[in-house]
């Protein structure tokens, strides 16, 4: 079956710390992969994504994740995050076709 | 803002009864696709559009739900005979409608609905 697991479904971290959010992915899953960011009342917005080419993908607001075909990981960093930060991240891959297959989000919780 | 846009943000309403949400896409794109997004979860694709044409649905999208896209501007999706379960956010994003390693979705703000 297609899917997207997210490993944590929250991470407290201070400010100006460095951050890991997990991501792993089912091989039936295209390698089309992404990361969008959720802020409290919006929509998603898309942080980065990987298609092809290298596996260190940089995206918005100094995120970067690193694709791992080995590990069917995509996992999400930053080395110094922000209070504004704080959101819900999800890691999402392609269903086939034009579908995109979302995880259930990692809540980013970043402390003063 | 030239962004997606849905209405209404936030709809309550009783068991049985109909709703009806409204998209607006960005307006040169193609592809436009609707989500359900209950607490705690990501989005699930229900279904999407590509200009005017319906051509994937999922399973989620029971037979009381449907979605039009007359023009292939904005879309309509309604639900029917709402239930408990319906309660969650609908969300909408569009994309410019190329080729698949180019596809970047844009989402609107979403509409909560509940039902009561």
């Known amino acids: 079956a297609q899917s997207v697991t997210q490993l944590d479904s929250q991470v407290p971290v201070f400010e100006e710390a460095p951050v890991e959010l997990r991501c792993n992915y089912s091989s039936s899953v295209s390698v089309y992969l992404f990361w969008y960011v959720q802020y409290p009342n919006q929509g998603l917005q898309l942080l980065l994504k990987y298609l092809s080419g290298s596996t260190l993908v940089k995206g918005i607001n100094g995120f970067e994740a690193e694709f791992n075909k080995s590990q069917t990981s995509f996992h999400l960093r930053k080395p110094s995050v922000h209070i504004s930060d704080t959101a819900e991240y999800f890691c999402?891959?392609?269903?086939?076709?034009?579908?995109?297959?979302f995880g259930a989000g990692t809540r980013l919780f970043v402390k003063a | 803002d030239t962004g997606v846009s849905q209405n209404p943000r936030h709809k309550i309403t009783k068991r049985g009864q109909n709703v009806t949400f409204r998209c607006d896409p960005i307006s040169e794109h193609n592809r436009l696709y609707w989500y359900r997004q209950t607490l705690g979860q990501g989005p699930e694709f229900l279904t999407y559009f590509q200009n005017e044409a319906q051509l994937e649905k999922s399973r989620l999208l029971s037979d009381r739900f449907s979605a039009e896209r007359p023009k292939g501007s904005f879309s309509t999706l309604e639900i029917q005979r709402t239930e408990q379960g319906d309660s969650a956010m609908y969300l909408c994003a569009s994309s410019l409608g190329g080729a698949l390693d180019q596809e970047t979705q844009y989402f609107g703000p979403g509409t909560r609905l509940l039902v009561l």
């Open positions: 999402a891959g392609g269903g086939g076709g034009f579908k995109t297959i």
